[in-house]
């Protein structure tokens, strides 16, 4: 099979205005019905409730991933750098491109109550019996495994896994300008061009020449920024607790018998862990939200309250606490108690630090091909990013996590003048 398109593919794009796909097997995994599935899955989860323009998808993202996984291939190609394994280009274009194929609906809400993982379903897609499995197989018998390598970061080549995955990947580099466009937050934004133009291959990894390390600072600042001000956004908290618990609430009605007046397949399958890779791929936003419609019918008061809260967006409201105080913790749970409330679904904590996301490690991550940033002098010595930049220093060592409690405010205001005075306190009653 010829590799190359007769002609060149073009996308346009707000973050990357142009997307070039001129190779065969890139266009055909593009049409893949798993891949066009990504459509259907937003980028942000629930944080279009909080930021209105972030209804952007997981597949403009995998586009724009793959976008810049081949500028910089082109760049290292063009530059003759032997230290870039040329045979290894179209490995890191698809892996770049099917990254995130196997992202759920609300992937994070979803995996913390079903204990499934998206990279296993990526995985899974590539490999089992799916279109995207017949496209790659094309390339070679062994290809689809190739590219599980690069996710699963077994690769043999750690610079192809490194471009995917790493402190300054093509990843992150596309999530945070595409979120910081369609939030519209400007203070996300850094300059690519400059930190495409100062990556170099080197010995099996990839580095930064020096005189682009302020250009990387500025990616750092704007990761910063976007945790802050978008991921951990305490509005957007709120509305993935919701989520939690919608999932967490039908899933004990499903264990216990409860005859659901609807129940769309393939629900019942996720709720059994029984999902094989065609339900999965059936699996997307649109099913989840017209079963959410669905259950604000449903006879148990519990699920309709929670799926009417997240389709009309009547959010838990949140008050915020240096350190939780457990004693007081606990008087709350009684009082909603006596109020007729549950306080398993009534009183969430929530901590955004337990989130996998830091800024910067200095010394690199944990687990394989994790390294840092590593800027390369005229002299051909290589440091770490964050023993020379001050900035990054800083930015690493920041750990601003505090806690906030979650609850229906709406339902307290009905039984607060029954409260003891310090728990009406605690949730601004008056
Ligand atoms: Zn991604």
Redesign the pocket.
């Known amino acids: 099979m010829r590799h190359e398109l007769p002609e060149e593919k073009v996308f346009k794009d707000p973050v990357h205005k142009y997307i070039y796909v001129q190779d065969r097997i890139i266009w055909n995994l593009i049409n893949a019905r798993e891949f066009q599935r990504l459509r259907r899955i937003r980028q942000l989860g629930t944080s279009y409730l909080t930021f209105h323009g972030a209804e952007h998808s997981r597949f403009s993202?995998?586009l724009g991933?793959y976008e810049i996984t081949r500028r910089i291939i082109s760049q290292f190609e063009r530059l003759g750098d032997a230290d870039w394994p040329k045979e290894e280009r179209l490995t890191a274009l698809c892996a770049a491109l099917l990254?995130?194929v196997g992202h759920g609906p609300f992937s994070h809400s979803i995996e913390a109550v079903f204990d499934t993982h998206h990279e296993e379903w990526t995985c899974r897609l590539l490999l089992e019996d799916t279109e995207l499995n017949r496209v790659l197989r094309e390339v070679a018998a062994d290809f689809p495994e190739r590219i599980v390598s690069v996710i699963r970061k077994t690769h043999e080549k750690p610079i192809v896994v490194s471009l995917v995955t790493s402190q300054l990947d093509a990843?992150r580099m596309?999530?945070l300008l595409r979120d910081a466009y369609y939030t519209g937050t400007n203070y996300g934004t850094f300059d690519i061009d400059r930190i495409l133009r100062v990556m170099r291959p080197h010995k099996g990894l990839i580095v930064v020449k020096e005189s682009g390390m302020h250009a990387v600072e500025d990616y750092l600042m704007s990761r910063y920024q976007m945790y802050w001000q978008v991921y951990f956004h305490p509005v957007t908290r709120s509305s993935e607790i919701i989520l939690r618990l919608i999932f967490r609430r039908a899933k004990e009605l499903y264990r216990e018998g409860w005859k659901f007046a609807h129940l769309l397949h393939p629900l019942g399958r996720l709720f059994d862990g029984q999902m094989t890779a065609d339900d999965y791929f059936r699996l997307d936003e649109p099913l989840v939200q017209t079963q959410f419609m669905m259950w604000t019918e449903e006879k148990d008061p519990l699920l309709s309250d929670l799926c009417r809260r997240f389709l009309h967006r009547r959010l838990y409201k949140y008050t915020t606490m240096d350190e939780p105080d457990e004693a007081l913790l606990d008087k709350a749970r009684e009082a909603l108690q006596d109020a007729g409330l549950n306080p398993s679904y009534h009183l969430e904590l929530d901590y955004p630090y337990d989130h996998p996301y830091h800024v910067y490690r200095p010394g690199g991550e944990s687990g394989p091909g994790a390294q840092p940033i590593l800027l390369l002098g005229d002299n051909g010595e290589l440091s770490d990013i964050a023993d020379r930049s001050e900035i990054v220093r800083s930015l690493a060592g920041i750990h601003r996590g505090r806690h906030h409690l979650y609850y229906p405010e709406d339902l307290l205001l009905k039984h607060h003048d029954r409260m003891p005075a310090d728990i009406r306190r605690l949730f601004g009653l008056a």
């Open positions: 993202h995998s991933v990254h995130d990843d596309d999530f």
